[in-house]
């Protein structure tokens, strides 16, 4: 199983959702984890009967909620500790030091740090990091209007001295009011659609779901993309 890391105090349900959406649809077996103080997957995901830790299905997407990390989720799914768990790739929402160190990022393939400018995503998003045993590779995922090299280098400055090594590229999405009001209307039918998020959105999300694929047919993923958007 694939473990990828989305870390920070930033928002991420929404983000991490509409790309298990697109993993799925390429015929991947997803598990997407809220391991966050939040939790906000139990309140914008459907489920039937909610509590304090469980397992639900949404879309062809598995999502655990409640959980302190893998091995709890294979006790509830009643499986051996030594086998690991049915998926292609996990998605794994952190925001908290407990929950980076229970979890094990520093053994995931991938991991995002997610954030936008302001000084509580930023500052407590690199709380959530600041224990690392060893060097973990991380890319930043800015939510922001404007990509602005001060405001970069702040962030690079806030880290230096942290165990998180930063890779070269960056992922950008815009702070548009236009998908805020998308992402939120996706929550109040409780589906996930593409079609009203703008365009930068959707080319990040592309992009994204892209480096966690790996190698992987890139006409392929833009029809899929495609069919998401039409709501076949």
């Not at 890779?167 to 702070?175: A, D, N, R, S, V």
Request: glycine share 6%; aromatic share 12%; net charge neutral.
């Amino acid at each position: 199983m694939k473990k990828i890391g989305f870390i920070g105090a930033y928002d991420k349900t929404d983000l991490i959702i509409c790309i298990a959406k697109i993993l799925t649809e390429m015929g991947k077996q997803v598990l997407v984890v809220d391991g966050t103080l939040t939790q906000k997957a139990k309140y914008i995901v459907p489920v039937i009967k909610p509590s304090k830790a469980y397992v639900t299905t949404y879309e062809n997407i598995d999502i655990a909620v409640g959980f302190e990390n893998f091995d709890n989720i294979k006790q509830f799914l009643a499986m051996p500790q030594m086998v690991n768990l049915d998926y292609d790739i996990a998605l794994v929402d952190l925001d908290t030091i407990e929950g980076v160190q229970n979890f094990g990022l520093e053994s995931f393939e991938q991991n995002y740090f997610v954030t936008s400018n302001d000084m509580y995503s930023i500052k407590r998003g690199l709380e959530s990091i600041s224990n690392l045993n060893s060097p973990v590779k991380a890319t930043k995922v800015l939510f922001t209007r404007e990509a602005l090299k001060e405001e970069d280098d702040y962030l690079n400055f806030l880290s230096s001295g942290s165990k998180i090594n930063w890779e070269e590229e960056k992922i950008y999405f815009p702070f548009e009011i236009g998908d805020q009001t998308a992402l939120y209307e996706n929550q109040r039918v409780s589906r996930i659609k593409f079609r009203k998020l703008s365009s930068q959105y959707k080319e990040s999300l592309l992009y994204l779901s892209n480096k966690i694929l790996g190698q992987v047919d890139k006409n392929l993923l833009k029809k899929t993309f495609k069919k998401i958007e039409r709501g076949v």
